[in-house]
């Protein structure tokens, strides 16, 4: 069995921020990140799946084809959008990187076809902080 | 002459569109860019000075006093902030990468220590666009 | 146990190109990939063996003999070299990356002294694409 | 006066050789770097332009409007191709990141709008190697 | 289960020699990482920790507070010191990447909050060579 | 005229301490740095050389070449070193970044041949210091 990543990145904003909360505990538990007028990230997407090598083609699936599926299924949702307001597969989360790993292998999973096996999202916020996600 | 450079960050959201023009003209001009909900960017930035090292030390500038006069005047004002709506030194001007470097410019210019001489400004918006403003 | 990494580089020409498929349908296949006159890339190669470290030097096993004879048994074999027409290991076979991880990966396995336990061969052929196989 | 600049990438194959040379002479200046076969990177390439933003858009060039021009000019010429067999503004010239960079130059030059002042091109061929060129 | 990863630095000081061998010997085994007089590394320290996010925050953990930890725990011990020297946790032992980070698990692990289940701990002494330990 | 860049690297100890201050003032003035056992970093080293691409190679100059030129005269003097203790072009010079390239620049442009026009020294302590020095 093979691994095959392939990297995608998006810009977004978003803000943390839990509405059941007064401001002043939204500021208290995630500080700068709670800014009322939103930040944001470049973010770095890592899409692993896994599988054996097709003998016509030594490919474990297109690596092209891959990048389009994780495009239309998952950046054009979050490039230049604001997590919080514009994604309808964030609607009612909090916006952690956490969640948005979570969210993302879900959208993968149920969209991609069954000849590719998800093995791992990993989507960086910052260079100093990721997240890592095996379903 | 010596230089000496010290990097950055600040993760910030904007977006851009021009208050004269229609969505229209914003959305033909600055495509996603212009997304109402803003967006963002881990921004890095890059400062450099020069002058010559001092016998006693060895140091054109202290690089952590340097550091840390940025982050007063420069960082703190744009981190985890909005950049249209929270900064005072980008208000009423176009978020663009070039004006925000220049903005960047006049807030150090104008509270460095006269012993610094600042000799350019540069600003990554992503790993592929990045832009250097020299006074 | 513990394992340790060690990164090399190569740079190689290549093409994807199924000789049993027609011309149009390897460019149907591959697109870009299957140009007559070849393309090439800069690989980074991370070998990753697992053990205890000994006593006497804390050491898995000294990293620059790993580099020796990751040089010896591949790099020497693929460096400024056609994958396609000059590397024996590579004959036969599709040029993906898949299977060229699997052949690196086979190489190292029956060359490594019995002393080092190869855990993982990771090859990325762009900064946006890598595979990594684990034997 | 601001300076722009845009990143982009192209894999290809080349090998350097002086037709007017013996194979033996090529070998001893070029080493390995002669390989009959070619051998090939991922070459970077950083693109910079100059000049004041526009006070509509904060914009000094639209950064996509480059990318697209870097892109038909230059990357469609030389992505996925032979240095020394496929690229009509690299025919007859030695194959060396120097001269591909000049070329480069050149190609734009002839080719962005007026609007657009060339400031540099800088070519890396791997991590370790890097060429500029100012006109 | 989720898994969050944070990268901290940290420069230091060390020399690889065993106290029980001659300076022959050292400088066979070691080469110039025995030399006498120290020589030093920007490391790179990966800390993974692993579990469910929480409902209220879409956290595994406070990242920032996961940073406080490793600071005061790990990074101030060792940043700007003498691995061999000053650094109580690795008194008596061999200074290799393996054993630092075998050394930097077992005080997170000793100190984390129960709250916190650390998973891997990868420790960069050059970009070309680093370590993992699972416990 | 043309600009040509090599990357070297090399590991080092070092303190920065003024022998004639006393321990106080060396830690007001030098904080961490100044610790008595030393630290240490993995330095990156960039040289430009510039001139006119020789129509017979492509090349400004052997790249090669030039790498051996920079490991002769500065790399072996440095790497696995202490840059206080073990480097007689440092002797009795304080250790900064600063100085540290000047030596290298003094050092390369007084062994480099006549046909190398060295153009820059530019010096790595950390990813987010450095310094260049122009002669």
Not at 56 to 63: E, K, P, R
Not at 83 to 107: Q, R, Y
């Given at each position: 069995?093979?691994y095959?990543?392939?990297?995608?990145?998006f810009n977004a904003?978003?803000?943390l921020?839990n509405?059941k909360w007064?401001?002043?505990?939204?500021?208290?538990?995630?500080?700068?990140?709670?800014?009322?007028?939103?930040?944001?990230?470049?973010?770095?997407?890592?899409?692993t799946?896994?599988?054996?090598?097709?003998p016509?083609?030594?490919?474990?699936?297109d690596?092209?084809?891959?990048?389009?599926?994780i495009?239309i299924?998952?950046?054009?949702?979050?490039?230049h959008?604001?997590?919080?307001l514009?994604?309808?597969?964030?609607d009612?989360?909090?916006?952690?990187?956490?969640?948005l790993?979570i969210?993302?292998?879900n959208?993968l999973?149920?969209?991609?076809?069954?000849?590719?096996?998800?093995?791992c999202?990993?989507?960086?916020?910052?260079?100093r902080i990721y997240?890592?996600?095996f379903?």
């Amino acid at each position: 069995m093979v691994y095959l990543t392939r990297l995608e990145h998006f810009n977004a904003a978003h803000k943390l921020y839990n509405p059941k909360w007064s401001k002043e505990q939204n500021e208290a538990v995630f500080g700068v990140c709670a800014n009322d007028n939103w930040h944001g990230h470049n973010y770095d997407l890592y899409v692993t799946i896994k599988g054996d090598p097709h003998p016509d083609t030594g490919f474990l699936f297109d690596v092209k084809e891959l990048s389009k599926l994780i495009k239309i299924y998952v950046i054009d949702y979050l490039d230049h959008k604001n997590l919080n307001l514009d994604v309808p597969f964030m609607d009612g989360k909090m916006c952690s990187t956490e969640n948005l790993a979570i969210a993302i292998w879900n959208e993968l999973a149920a969209h991609l076809p069954d000849s590719v096996k998800l093995h791992c999202v990993k989507l960086y916020e910052t260079q100093r902080i990721y997240v890592e996600y095996f379903g």
